[in-house]
């Protein structure tokens, strides 16, 4: 079963608008991290940010903000203002206290497109 | 500058010609592990390594096999490769401290393999 559902496959946005990512994920475990990568066209894999499980507290940075909602599991990332340059594909991932091999449990991604 | 390094970016190769891909880090991170990424299956975790001479199978370990005789080293062998593991592969490592603020996995920035 699949941990990690993005679903949104692709996005398509004009510069300056505000985009959401959405991230809902599945666990038993009560301890977990969760975190977002970015893939740009050149195909590497950025990391972004990490949330545990016991931290409710939302982020932001600079344009990028996270809302992580423990009773919806959903850890949803917004782009405040997006630019060309975030144009890429982003990846949330679970990671759970129970795998003994600290697996990245990946969702397959949302492809962001951003036109000037 | 902290960073993951893969070996060989890209390599196109035949069927039954061993191959290795290496990885290295540079921070000192005691966790090391390598995924696969392919369209419609998303990122998948092969083998992984939580310390010198400490392997273990992901999720999709057939096909592969790993060493860590060095901490810093991880190298991905393909002792007699197939076009099915024509594939991207990423090598990650993390430190095993998830009280770091930063923790999080860092990745290469890939390898692209075509096994004809």
């Known amino acids: 079963a699949q941990k990690v559902t993005q679903a949104q496959t692709e996005i398509s946005v004009v510069e300056k608008e505000d985009v959401t990512l959405d991230c809902v994920y599945e666990?038993?475990?009560?301890?977990?991290?969760l975190f977002w990568y970015k893939q740009p066209p050149s195909g590497e894999l950025v990391f972004l940010i990490r949330r545990n499980s016991f931290d409710e507290q939302n982020e932001i940075s600079g344009r990028y903000s996270w809302n992580f909602q423990k009773s919806t599991s959903s850890f949803n990332f917004t782009i405040t203002a997006s630019q060309v340059v975030d144009s890429a594909v982003y990846f949330c991932a679970l990671s759970e206290d129970s795998n003994s091999g600290y697996a990245l449990n990946f969702g397959k991604g949302t492809s962001l497109l951003v036109t000037p | 500058e902290a960073q993951v390094t893969q070996n060989p970016r890209y390599l196109i190769t035949v069927t039954g010609k061993k191959l290795t891909v290496t990885c290295s880090q540079n921070?000192?991170?005691?966790?090391m592990s390598w995924y696969r990424q392919d369209p419609g299956l998303g990122l998948r975790q092969i083998y992984y390594s939580m310390n010198v001479e400490v392997t273990d199978k992901g999720d999709v370990p057939e096909g592969y096999k790993v060493s860590r005789k060095e901490k810093r080293n991880f190298p991905l062998i393909l002792e007699s490769p197939s076009p099915n593991q024509t594939s991207l592969y990423f090598c990650?490592?993390?430190?095993?401290?998830?009280?770091?603020?930063?923790?999080?996995?860092?990745f290469g920035s890939g390898t692209r393999l075509t096994i004809v």
């Open positions: 921070m000192n991170h005691e966790y």
């Open positions: 990650a490592s993390s430190s095993l401290d998830i009280s770091l603020t930063n923790y999080g996995y860092t």
């Open positions: 666990t038993r475990d009560t301890t977990y991290y």
